[in-house]
């Protein structure tokens, strides 16, 4: 069982950068392929980011390509989301996702079995 907590969400204006945190315990980390997913009110879950278990790999949303960056430290079992150039529109609560695999990018929501309770992104216009 793997528990997750993010952190580093917050109220910024468009333009702005934001860096978000998720810390796992419970588990190995390193065998597990992670991601970010968003959701704003009245909308599907959508997938934003995914990486590998050794962080070779990345794979992103096309709405959020060039401007987030996704990374991990395998010996601190934490997942980063660097955010810049952030729009309204990136506005809604981020989770992070755990899902094992040991080789793959994984970025749909049926491949991560472990979830934070997520943190909120609002970005003003």
């Known amino acids: 069982q793997v528990q997750l907590v993010e952190s580093g969400g917050g109220l910024v204006q468009a333009g702005g950068s934001l860096r978000l945190s998720c810390a796992a315990s419970?588990?190995?980390?390193?065998?597990?392929?992670m991601g970010w997913f968003r959701q704003a009110p009245g909308k599907e879950r959508e997938f934003v980011a995914g990486?590998?278990?050794?962080?070779?790999?990345?794979r992103y949303a096309d709405s959020v390509k060039g401007r987030f960056t996704i990374s991990r430290d395998n010996a601190k079992n934490t997942v980063f989301l660097q955010m810049n150039s952030l729009k309204p529109e990136d506005t809604a609560k981020y989770h992070c996702?755990?899902?094992?695999?040991?080789?793959?990018?994984?970025?749909?929501?049926?491949?991560?079995?472990?979830w934070g309770q997520g943190t909120q992104v609002t970005v003003s216009s």
């Open positions: 419970g588990g190995t980390f390193s065998s597990y392929a």
């Open positions: 996702a755990a899902g094992y695999s040991r080789v793959a990018v994984l970025a749909s929501r049926t491949d991560f079995a472990f």
């Open positions: 990486i590998n278990w050794n962080g070779g790999s990345t």
